[in-house]
């Protein structure tokens, strides 16, 4: 008789994206991230992330994110599009999925009247975050990617300028 699992498989997930988000956003990396990088990552289960980030509190360096953003199910065939059908029709096996959004959030400029020179740092830095972004979305779905596993990633999208916080985020699915 076999144990039931009794650890989530999604815990593996999130931390497989915490670790490539600390890889790609490391200051002391080989690649540092221009407007400075962190390794905190934190985690979040729920509707978002940057409600829960103060941006006055650190400027200094970015905001990192991994949110759970749902669980459903889908069809071998048509991963990672999601599955509503009847299961009792033994000829239909669904799969689990988890949609994992990844992050990265900065302070940006509040003056009334920004100046061009601060607006055009922002900008390159913002544009190496999405670079970051996505290479941290290939390069995960790389490493979790397998013959039991589908994975898929969706757009990098970004957010803001509002509230002084500018980011961009990537999702994937999983499959459990």
């Known amino acids: 008789m076999s144990r039931p699992q009794c650890v989530d498989p999604a815990v593996e997930v999130i931390a497989a994206f915490a670790k490539g988000l600390r890889q790609g956003f490391d200051p002391a990396g080989p690649c540092p991230p221009d407007g400075g990088g962190s390794i905190t990552v934190r985690f979040f289960a729920g509707d978002g992330a940057l409600p829960a980030w103060n941006a006055g509190d650190d400027c200094d360096a970015p905001f990192l994110w991994v949110r759970a953003a749902h669980r459903y199910h889908s069809l071998p065939r048509t991963f990672p599009d999601p ?76 957010y803001g300028p509002a509230g002084g916080i500018i980011a961009w985020t990537g999702m994937a699915y999983v499959q459990l």
């Open 83 to 158: 599955f509503t059908g009847n299961t009792a029709d033994c000829t239909v096996q669904p799969i689990r999925v988890l949609a994992v959004e990844i992050g990265v959030g900065r302070c940006t400029t509040m003056d009334a009247e920004p100046d061009w020179d601060t607006l055009d740092n922002e900008a390159i830095m913002s544009l190496d975050d999405s670079w970051r972004i996505e290479q941290t979305l290939q390069a995960v779905t790389r490493r979790l990617r397998g013959p039991d596993r589908a994975v898929a990633t969706d757009t990098v999208a970004p």
